[in-house]
């Protein structure tokens, strides 16, 4: 596979998976609306830290977290979807302009310090029946975001998601890459990542 190399600023080039597989739009969302939602929803939101298996053992998620939509993420999740609020359906409405897919729900991760992190994953194996596309927004504290070759763990690379940006996952990104935010040893302030998914089954 080819890999491109984009560069996003002026000074800082940062290394990126093709554009069919993967799409980064900075300040996709205005910034004072942005800080609006994030401390509105550090505040607001029901946050839950969920029980996930990693290794065959029970182990608490590093991060806190909540699913908004019209049905459950995936089967064996036993949260009750919680209803739509108005600022996330103004940014599905322009996730969806933006995409030309319709999206049914969207999860809500809050790290809340550079301690908050999640492993190596892809959303795919995670949540069946998922569409490939997934819309994701990040606001607050700016996270590294990296991504490695499911077949070579080597080809890894990293590109950090701002506040107000937009990260498409697509085509067969899921199926043969892995990612994850790493936790970091320098001091982080809180980030909320919304990833908007369309949920099938
Ligand atoms: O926080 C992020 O940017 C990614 C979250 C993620 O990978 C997930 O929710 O599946
Ligand atoms: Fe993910």
Redesign the pocket.
Known sequence: MKEAQLKLFDDIPQLMLPADLMEYTRGFIETDFCDYCFHKFVNEMPWQQQKIMMYEKEVTAPRL?VWIGERTIRPDDKRTPLPWVPELLDIKEKVEAYTGTAFNGV?L?Y?RDGNDS?AW?N?KD?IPGLKTE?A?V?IGQE?N?DFRNKANHKQQYSIK?EHGSL?LMKGDLQQSWE???AKSKTSMKG?I?L?FRKVVV
């Open positions: 977290s999860l991760n790290y999640v994953h959303d995670t997934i994701s990040s996270r975001f998601l990260l990612h994850r935010i980030r990542n990833t």
